[in-house]
């Protein structure tokens, strides 16, 4: 049994949300040397995120992407390479998060405490139903994009015909991401920890007897450095 009503029911149980994304880029290679090229690159872009009421809630732009890396001969006889690049990656906010915190998400309680139909005729208290949900999170208005940086530097050299034997040294830095937290206005936010509303947060527990502490909201870290190494053979 249930104890919703068509008027309960005004929030929709689905939802259409979208997302939207344009990017310029404009990228060339340079011939330094006979032996030595570069190549330069840079990439604009732009996310608009909407609700489920087609209206555009946030946008993250300025998204601005350099990338620059260079391929060097070092012996100058066709088989030995060394190379390296730098880039900035900014990652597309992912449509879960859109849906979720967009689309007017509700949830649904319904509490049947006794089975008995003479105890929920006498007492209406037994049974109870609501609904909570039905909003959309807010967006720090200074929200930025979420990028990685990429460093790599690696050599490669024929070491008989067809045969080549190479290796790189990789490094990834999670430089700014975006994540949902209690600021230190006391609001919810989805935003960049560290910056703009959410510098501080509140802790809530057990150390602070359930009290209410405010603090610096850190950077989240995330690294890593691997190192690769290769053998290839060409197909002849």
Do not use: C
């Amino acid at each position: 049994p249930t104890a919703l009503t068509t008027a309960d029911m005004q929030v929709p149980l689905t939802v259409d949300t979208k997302s939207e994304n344009q990017a310029i880029y404009l990228q060339d290679t340079w011939q330094v040397l006979d032996n030595l090229s570069l190549n330069i690159g840079v990439r604009l872009g732009e996310q608009v995120l909407f609700n489920s009421l087609s209206e555009p809630h946030a946008t993250i732009d300025d998204n601005l992407a350099p990338r620059i890396g260079f391929v060097w001969d070092f012996m100058g006889n066709g088989k030995s390479k060394a190379y390296g690049h730098w880039g900035k990656f900014y990652e597309t906010i992912p449509m879960d998060i859109v849906i979720r915190s967009f689309g007017g998400e509700i949830s649904i309680f319904s509490y049947n405490l006794s089975d008995d139909p003479n105890d929920v005729a006498s007492n209406p208290d037994v049974r109870a139903s609501r609904i909570l949900g039905g909003h959309f999170s807010d967006v720090d208005p200074g929200v930025k994009g979420q990028y990685i940086e990429e460093y790599v530097i690696g050599g490669e050299y024929e070491v008989a015909q067809d045969w080549a034997v190479g290796a790189k040294y990789i490094i990834r830095d999670l430089g700014r991401v975006i994540e949902d937290a209690l600021s230190g206005d006391g609001n919810y936010y989805i935003g960049n920890p560290s910056e703009g509303l959410m510098t501080h947060t509140y802790d809530i527990g057990y150390a602070y007897g359930y009290g209410y502490v405010l603090h610096e909201l850190p950077a989240p870290v995330r690294e890593f450095t691997g190192i690769e190494l290769t053998l290839q053979k060409r197909f002849s």
